[in-house]
Structures are given as C-alpha cells and as structure tokens.
C-alpha cells in the first residue's frame, strides 16, 4: 500500500506561480512512476506530467510544457510540480497518483494509488 498526501495549492493571479508537494509513505519502493493529474468542475481528470522513480524520464502535457516542472526527491519520499506562468485554466483540483508497474502511462485508470488532491485555483 502507498500514501500520497498533496500540498501546496491555493489561490494565485495570473502570471503567478506556486509548488505543489506529494509525499508517499507506505511501500514505496514499489512504485515505478509518480504523476500529477488535474480535474476541473465538471471536466474529466486530465494528466498533466509524470516521473520515473530514479527521474530518468518525464512526460508532460503540451498545455503546460515550458510552464510546469515536475521533479521528485526520492530522500524524502516528495514529488514536486512547479507551476509558472499560471492561468485561469489551469484552475483544478490537482492529483498526486503512484504506478507501481513499469511505464510512464496517461490513463488515470493506469495508476493504482491516489491522493486526496489540492486546489489551485488562478484568479484573471
């Protein structure tokens, strides 16, 4: 079983940025990748970037490439997402989600472990 707890959201003016937390707890050695989605009201949830375990790899949405950062300190157990350059759009609740099966994958359905989520919300 993993963890995941988000943090880190809040409300922000366009332009500005903020860095969402996910730290993992359980057996997290288990886990190939650790990605961040996002749902907004009345959207289905939506990816936005992933990590491989050791960082070898990054996949990211193209609405948020050049602007959000995912990274990942494998000493505290912590992904990270930096968002620049925020947007009303990019208003959602945002997901921290574990895969323990090798691959970077899109498919929320893909990831077995989920956290409560975070609220960002951007202001125009």
């Known amino acids: 079983q993993v963890e995941l707890v988000e943090s880190g959201g809040g409300l922000v003016q366009a332009g500005g940025s903020l860095r969402l937390s996910c730290a993992a707890s359980?057996?997290?050695?288990?886990?190939?990748?650790m990605g961040w989605f996002r749902q907004a009201p009345g959207k289905e949830r939506e990816f936005v970037s992933a990590i491989t375990t050791v960082g070898s790899a990054i996949i990211s949405t193209d609405s948020v490439k050049g602007r959000f950062t995912i990274s990942r300190d494998n000493a505290k157990n912590t992904v990270y997402l930096q968002m620049n350059g925020l947007n009303p759009d990019d208003t959602a609740l945002y997901y921290c989600?574990?895969?323990?099966?090798?691959?970077?994958?899109?498919?929320?359905?893909?990831?077995?472990?989920w956290g409560q989520g975070t609220q960002v919300t951007v202001s125009s």
């Open positions: 989600a574990a895969r323990t099966l090798w691959g970077l994958r899109r498919l929320p359905n893909e990831y077995e472990y």
């Open positions: 359980g057996r997290t050695s288990n886990t190939y990748s």
